[in-house]
């Protein structure tokens, strides 16, 4: 369930390090996919479906090598993966 977030996504979220599940689903969180998040090299679920993100998927992203489970369905999204 959400939690009633809104605003953009915090680049600052690429400072934890050992991070490896980031919820963030069915909120009001807006504007594009920070590129910073590429640095979440052990996060393993990242979940941001039914938001109003917009944008493609960052090309630093690949470097999430241990991610299992990418949700964005839900969003304003353009572009491949």
Do not use: D, F
Request: aromatic fraction near 4%.
């Amino acid at each position: 369930a959400g939690l009633s977030l809104e605003g953009t996504i915090p680049s600052c979220l690429a400072s934890l390090q050992h991070l490896e599940l980031l919820s963030l689903e069915r909120n009001s969180l807006t504007s594009t996919l920070p590129t910073e998040l590429g640095l979440l090299s052990k996060v393993v679920y990242l979940t941001l479906y039914a938001n109003s993100l917009e944008g493609s998927l960052p090309s630093e992203w690949v470097a999430m090598t241990n991610l299992v489970e990418l949700s964005l369905g839900g969003n304003k999204l353009t572009g491949t993966l």
